[in-house]
Each structure stands twice: as C-alpha cells, then as structure tokens.
C-alpha cells in the first residue's frame, strides 16, 4: 500500500478521534469552565473558536456516519431515506448479491431441434452449422458448474456468407442482449483500453470499457467480436483471461466481471479458401477439421494460445444454387418493406431470381449476400418508388425485357 493511499485511509479515523477528545475534554471541563466559554464565544476570538468547534462536531457526526455506514450498522430510520444512488444499496446488500449471480449457474434446458430450425429459416445455406452450434449450445447451457463462458465460437468463411448474421439471430432466439464489437477499431495494442477500460490516472479511467461495462449490465449477453483478425494481436491476448478463468478485470477501478453466462462468437474472413479446402476435405471428421482449420488460421496470423481457448471452430461455405434464390427472395421481401410496400403471394418472378443467380454465377469466386442486396437495390428500387408514389400497398415484381416492373395488387394473390 502506497505513502498517498495510507494517508487517505487513516484520516478519516484521525479526524474522528480528534473530533471525540475536545468534546470530551469540554464536557470534563464542568460547568465551572462553561461560562468561561460562554464568554469567548461572545467575543471576536471566541466567535471563531465557537465555529470551528462547530465544524468540528460536524465533521465528526460525518466521519461517524460514513464508518457505520461502511460496517453496515447505519440506523434504519437514516437507510429507510431515498438518499442512496443505487436502489440495491439503499435496499439491500449489493455487494453480496453480485458475489451470489458470480456463483449461481442455474442449468438452462433448451430445445436444440427448436433453435437449430429457428436458425435455419433465416441463415441460408448453413444448415449444418445451425444444427452443430443449436446442440453446442444446449449442451453448455445445461452445465450447473461452469467456470467458463457458455461457448467460444470462431465463424470462419469467405464474406457475406452469413457469419455476423448468425450471431444476430442466435441472440434474438435465444432472448439475449447483444453486444456488438467491430474489432477493426482495435488495430492498435492500446486501443485495448476502449475494451476493458483505462488505469487510474489515465483518460479514460472515469468509465468502464465497452466490453466490461457491457458484460456489467448484461452478464448473460451475446458478445460478437466482428472481423476479429482485424484487431491488434495484443488485443486478442488480453481476452484470454475471460474465456479461460472466466472473468475480465475492469481496469479503472480492478473489478472482476463474470463472463460464465456470457456466448462469445467470433467472425473472421481470414484463410477463407484454405478453410474452404478443409471444409471439402474434412467436413464430417472434426477432429481433422479443427486440427487443419487451426494450422490455417495459425498461418494466418493468430497466436496459438488464443486458438486454443476456442470451443468450436465453424466453417460457412459459399452459397450456390436455390441458396442464392432463397437469399435473394428473402432479401427483396425485406427491401419492398422497407419502402412500406408488401409483396404479394408468388408475386416475384422466377425469371428475376434466375437473372440473380447467373449474375452469382458470373462474379464466382467474389459473389456474396451484400453482391445480392447490391443487383436487387439496382434492379427494383426505382419500380418500388414508383409504385409507392401511385398509392400501391401491395406490389408484385415482374421481370421484363426493360427491367423489373413492380405491379399494384389489390390483395394478395393466393397460391
């Protein structure tokens, strides 16, 4: 313990005890000395002996509250007043309530079936990674004693094929808080203060970092480390803690944060087409998958320790066939709503998704889902302002030699 931090711990108790003894002392004094007293104070000298008897009183009234405070022995006619910040302080112990949520791993049941289907009707062409992590998951969350996160999950892949997505879905299924990191913010190893906080005596060290602030307020959240081989090596080293013993310290003030409830998914487009290589070549062996999918992503640039603390090791594969229709139908759905239009039932044109598909075909190896959002919002937007302009509520999109013609419908058309 620091010379500064000693001074500032025992003052308060020298204040007090010096505040005690003159009021001691003054009483012992008897009424003999009182009118001795009476009289100082009526005069010039006396007047300011009388106030700095009276901070000094006052301090000690303080100094006394703040001690019992401290040792929880505070009148309940003073605790009972709304003078507290935190309704938990002023209502019951906070301290040990945190200690009690650090420990309780209450098991959570989920239906796996459910939630990997739930997964696949909005994640295209994933399917078997929705089925892997729907049962990773049931299977961490039904743990009573768990020391760790619930889960560590790499989503490897070429982009735009559904890895940020997935994690966004997962936690609304799963009716949890989000907490999204773009980790091409932390290129720099002391941008790792934005995460976890600042020192004391650093800019910063008033507030508590985006990750630890986050996990603070939601210990049960979905953390997304999007593009995380976009981040300083540093900062991927100083994660370790939190996946490995199961908390993070908050630099500012050096309280550990639990991260036992918490689902850690990270995405990265590194060695995408060798991981696509061992997605072909080891798919249904996950031993061989993990052990080659590593050594990629070690070539790549991540240190092996940070690999190591990684659960599972997922690989999306590109999109091909009625994948890239599904993708595309689901995405001109969401942009007719967008410009507050409906589409009608079978009111897209096959031959507008075939057109999309080839144009899939034609960008190969650099097609993705943003290429698809990018031809539909070309395609239709300008037919979609149009119709909405002529008071249409529900449109149906026809593929024409001048391009996608977006009709008006009365209702919608039954299949």
């Known amino acids: 313990m620091g010379t500064a931090a000693l001074i500032n711990r025992s003052l308060p108790v020298l204040i007090f005890f010096v505040c005690f003894i003159t009021i001691v002392r003054f009483l012992a004094d008897g009424t003999a000395k009182l009118g001795i007293w009476l009289r100082m104070a009526a005069s010039f000298a006396g007047a300011w002996w009388g106030l700095i008897l009276a901070v000094a009183f006052l301090l000690w009234i303080v100094v006394g509250l703040g001690l019992l405070a401290r040792w929880g ?63 990773q998951i049931r299977r961490r969350m039904a743990l009573q004693q768990r020391g760790k996160p619930v889960g560590i999950f790499l ?31 932390f290129s720099q190893a002391l941008s790792a203060t934005m995460l ?19 996990l603070r307020d939601t210990p049960d959240a979905v953390v997304l480390l999007d593009e995380i081989e976009k981040a ?8 370790l803690t939190s996946w490995n013993d199961g908390f993070v310290t908050e630099a500012s003030d050096g309280r550990p944060i639990s991260t036992t409830r918490a689902i850690f998914m990270l995405t990265t487009n590194a060695a995408s087409d060798d991981l696509e290589d061992v997605r072909k070549q080891d798919g249904t062996d996950q031993d061989a998958l993990r052990r080659n999918a590593t050594t990629a992503l070690r070539d790549a640039g991540f240190a092996p320790e940070v690999l190591n603390r990684i659960d599972r090791i997922l690989i999306f594969s590109k999109l091909y066939g009625l994948d890239v229709a599904r993708v595309t139908a689901l995405e001109i759905e ?32 650099a097609a993705s889902s943003r290429d698809i959002v990018r031809s539909i919002e070309e395609s239709i937007a300008d037919s979609l302002i149009t119709a909405r302009q002529d008071g249409a509520r529900c449109v149906a999109l026809i593929e024409s030699g001048e391009g996608v013609i977006a009709m008006p419908v009365e209702q919608r058309i039954e299949p």
């Open 196 to 214: 976890f906080g600042s020192p004391k005596g650093y800019v910063g060290s008033n507030s508590y970092g985006k990750l630890t602030a986050g």
């Open 73 to 135: 022995k505070l009148p309940k006619w003073i605790v009972k007043r709304k003078w507290a910040m935190d309704v938990l302080n002023r209502l019951t112990n906070r301290a040990a309530l945190e200690e009690r949520l650090k420990g309780d791993a209450t098991p959570v049941f989920i239906d796996a079936n459910a939630l990997a289907e739930a997964l696949k009707a909005r994640v295209i062409g994933q399917d078997a990674i929705c089925d892997d992590i729907a049962a």
């Open 155 to 185: 989503l490897a892949g070429p982009p735009g094929t559904g890895k940020t997505y997935l994690a966004k879905c997962l936690a609304e299924e799963l009716r949890r808080a989000l907490i999204h990191l773009d980790m091409t913010q």
């Open 232 to 239: 300083h090596p540093e900062v991927h080293k100083k994660f």
């Open 334 to 365: 969401q942009m007719v709503r967008s410009y507050g239009l409906e589409v009608a039932d079978q009111g897209i044109d096959p031959e507008l998704l075939f057109k999309m598909m080839q144009r899939q075909e034609t960008l190969a190896e």
